[in-house]
């Protein structure tokens, strides 16, 4: 698609949309008036709002036949555009409206794409989340050493280690816990079976 009038991210009202400055419309669509007295024009007659559907941009002193001037530039939503390229009512009109709807398809498959890309990426995200969590576990759990290995004390490594797991709102749910009887054998415990135990 071929690029006949330039269109931007704009912020109108807050909202975040595709605009086009209303003076490269105007200059477009081949109008015989005055951009000024056209855009204060189509405003009136069509009940557009600023915040709603254009903004205005202060744009610097400019030299003019009168002397300096301040310069207004009007940015517009897509729909604004469309509504103005129709009723312009001639070829140029058309041709921009039926650009615009366009632009407006081609943002939507896009908007699409982002969002299947997205659904598709999530569960591999929590599929980490729990292998992390896995792992984190392991770590802080299973014992270090192969079973009945000393340490440099003489004692079995695997003996001390212990630790408890916090679920993803802090609370404790279980530790594991090195049998005496049998060095490199643990045994689960419900953390509230062992509170006290110090």
């Known amino acids: ?80 555009a469309k509504e103005l390229a129709m009723v312009e009512n001639n070829d140029r009109g058309r041709q921009a409206r039926q650009y615009f709807i366009e632009i407006e398809r081609n943002s939507r498959r896009i908007e699409s794409a982002v969002n299947n890309q997205i659904a598709a990426i999530i569960p591999i995200i929590k599929e980490n989340e729990r292998l992390k969590a896995k792992y984190e576990f392991a770590r802080h759990f299973l014992p270090y050493g192969q079973p009945g290995e000393l340490n440099e004390n003489g004692e079995p490594k695997t003996r001390f280690r212990r630790g408890y797991y916090c679920a993803g709102n802090g609370r404790s749910i279980t530790a594991l816990i090195e049998t005496k009887e049998q060095p490199g054998l643990f045994e689960e415990f419900q953390l509230k079976q062992m509170e006290g135990e110090k």
Request: without cysteine.
């Open 1 to 80: 698609m071929n690029e006949i009038i330039s269109t931007v991210n704009a912020t109108i009202g807050g909202e975040e949309v595709n605009a086009v400055n209303a003076r490269e419309l105007h200059k477009f669509l081949n109008s015989k008036q005055e951009f000024a007295n056209w855009i204060k024009n189509r405003i009136s007659e069509y009940d557009f709002k600023q915040g709603l559907d254009f903004d205005l941009i202060n744009l610097s002193n400019q030299k003019g036949r009168g002397g300096d001037r301040r310069s207004i530039d009007y940015i517009i939503s897509l729909d604004m």
